[in-house]
């Protein structure tokens, strides 16, 4: 039987089963840990707000800053393992196939899954997911899977523009099903308590990884002989082009991750700002701000194929992303009632589209046997970016909740500075996609040998 080359179905069903228990995480830690500190059940009430006008008491900022903590605890010890896992596995794709970055992350992922799992229903040390996001990481991360991902369409479209379409599409799905996932989570809470999620999370990934070991079909075919690559892949990305072409490369990943990081950063501590006061969000409320967040890889992909076939150039495209997520983090730090966080979500609606664009344009610079070494440079330093970000923003919100919890959303927009100047060197620069790609062709001998089989047809 014929497998399909088809990552769509993949990041479709990871990104359900991900986004299903990802807004249940922040809030299962937060009950746990309100039991916990306080003595006392979590309130729950059917309105919109749960909070007691009376309760005057500490214990939202106590409870909130655990939960940023356990956050920043959990961030720290998964980034350096996720990052090692992803460097190699990605950057071993481009000589052993690309199957390996989307199966093992899955494993992983399901492991973590399963822990929650267990933690919930038997009603574990809450600690012990620190442990096992430890170990999921040692698989490899989301970083991993889509960089893999990635990897894997940039095999199959030989058309610029194609490969903008397919990887904005990418995003559009991620959104897509992870909008449907968080608008279920609240009323799956309310109706089953948080074992059903997990384990409907859980069948999930195995479908998954089903698919991904039995259906999808590999793109690279190459005889294992020349290991230099895995160890040398990132290392030659650089070292065989033209000084300008690397200026650019490097300034595109800075762009990237600076971006990330502004991006990722603010939107971590959504949920706790959330659940604090004046908002305090009850479980359906948080589902729905959760979907409608997701919209925004939808909304970006239409601006992505609307801009890209009118003609806007990417850099003009990438600006208005970027200017996207500064508006809205803006925002956010003055929300104080239901309506306006709702609101707020209106001004993010373009703010994805910088990373399809920015991972288009680093690949079409950079020759076809070097896809792989590309992305496990992109995918490491957006999970170091993320990681990073989710550390220092959760220890940023809990040592500044107690005086003005809309610090960290200020902080998010005034970085976004940074993206914006590397986006100007970026444009005096210069980017002519073509020609660089036709220097990092020619700087490879021998690579019509090498991709035989590489792109295989989609039939």
Request: proline share 4%; with cysteine; glycine share 6%.
């Amino acid at each position: 039987m014929k497998g399909l080359f088809l990552v769509e179905p993949l990041v479709a069903f990871y990104a359900f089963a991900s986004f299903l228990i990802y807004p249940l995480v922040q809030q299962y830690v937060y009950r746990r840990l309100w039991q916990e500190m306080t003595n006392t059940t979590y309130p729950v009430s059917d309105n919109s707000s749960r909070c007691d006008p009376s309760d005057t008491s500490s214990h939202h900022e106590e409870v909130q800053k655990a939960a940023s903590l356990f956050s920043l605890y959990t961030e720290l010890f998964s980034m350096i393992p996720s990052l090692a896992a992803t460097l190699i596995l990605v950057t071993y794709s481009d000589q052993r196939g690309r199957k390996i970055t989307i199966i093992l992350p899955l494993i992983g992922s399901l492991f973590y899954t399963v822990s929650f799992l267990s933690v919930s229903f038997f009603e574990l040390d809450l600690y012990l997911l620190i442990v096992s996001s430890f170990v999921s990481a040692l698989f490899g991360g989301s970083g991993t899977f889509l960089g893999g991902c990635f990897s894997y369409i940039a095999d199959l479209c030989e058309d610029g523009q194609e490969k903008t379409l397919r990887m904005a599409g990418v995003d559009m799905v991620i959104g897509l099903l992870s909008g449907v996932a968080s608008l279920s989570t609240g009323y799956f809470l309310r109706a089953a308590g948080f074992n059903w999620p997990f384990f409907t999370s859980a069948l999930f990934q195995c479908v998954n990884l089903v698919y991904a070991v039995f259906v999808l079909e590999e793109t690279v075919q190459r005889p294992p002989d020349d290991m230099r690559q895995l160890a040398y892949g990132v290392y030659q990305l650089f070292a065989g082009a033209s000084r300008r072409r690397n200026v650019l490369l490097v300034l595109l990943l800075l762009l990237f991750s600076s971006f990330s990081f502004a991006n990722v950063g603010g939107i971590s501590t959504i949920t706790l700002y959330e659940l604090n006061q004046p908002l305090c969000w009850n479980e359906i409320l948080i589902g729905y701000g959760s979907a409608l967040s997701m919209t925004v890889f939808l909304t970006s992909f239409v601006g992505v194929t609307v801009f890209s076939r009118c003609g806007v150039p990417n850099l003009v495209i990438i600006l208005i992303g970027i200017l996207s997520v500064m508006a809205a983090m803006t925002l956010v730090a003055f929300a104080k009632t239901t309506l306006m966080m709702f609101l707020v979500r209106l001004p993010m609606l373009l703010a994805i589209m910088p990373f399809p664009m920015l991972r288009s344009m680093m690949s079409k610079i950079v020759s076809k046997t070097e896809q792989g070494a590309l992305f496990a440079c992109l995918a490491c330093l957006d999970s170091v970016s993320n990681s990073v970000a989710v550390a220092v923003f959760s220890s940023i919100y809990a040592a500044t909740v107690t005086w003005y919890p809309g610090f960290s959303f200020l902080l998010s927009a005034g970085l976004c500075v940074i993206p914006l100047a590397l986006l100007a060197c970026v444009g005096l620069l210069g980017v002519d996609e073509s020609k660089e790609a036709k220097e990092a062709e020619a700087l490879i001998p021998g690579e019509e040998d090498l991709a035989v089989d590489y792109n295989p047809p989609l039939t």
